[in-house]
């Protein structure tokens, strides 16, 4: 059965750096395309970031692009979200998602087919 499990998420003070993990089973993470999404409360779901499959291509949003990283630890078979300079604005429930059925790249939301349950970040002091 597949399964996305995401973990890592709290509350931390503006400029401060957290760590999000996605820890994958019933499947191979290096296989698909993994991304990031966050949703924060009357706003729709963002596409924050994406790692390709093999090669490990990335992709980020305008709004995190510097701040963020995303990287797979395959041994692990778990994908991180590396979050620093956090902001108010990066407030939400981060999602990860995988694009089981084809090989696109990219964070459209449409394209994932498989998503975890969603890890709450607070960023506020």
């Known amino acids: 059965q597949v399964q996305l499990v995401e973990s890592g998420g709290g509350l931390v003070q503006p400029g401060g750096s957290l760590r999000l993990s996605c820890a994958a089973s019933?499947?191979?993470?290096?296989?698909?395309?993994i991304a990031w999404f966050r949703q924060a409360p009357g706003k729709e779901r963002e596409g924050v970031s994406c790692i390709s499959r093999r090669t490990g291509q990335t992709l980020y949003a305008n709004s995190v692009k510097g701040r963020f990283t995303i990287s797979r630890d395959n041994p692990k078979n778990t994908v991180y979200l590396q979050m620093t300079s956090l902001k108010p604005d990066d407030t939400a429930v981060y999602y990860c998602?995988?694009?089981?059925?084809?090989?696109?790249?990219?964070?459209?939301?449409?394209?994932?087919?498989?998503w975890g349950q969603g890890t709450q970040v607070t960023v506020s002091s």
């Open positions: 019933g499947f191979t993470l290096e296989y698909y395309t």
């Open positions: 998602a995988a694009v089981l059925s084809s090989s696109y790249i990219g964070l459209g939301p449409e394209r994932f087919d498989a």
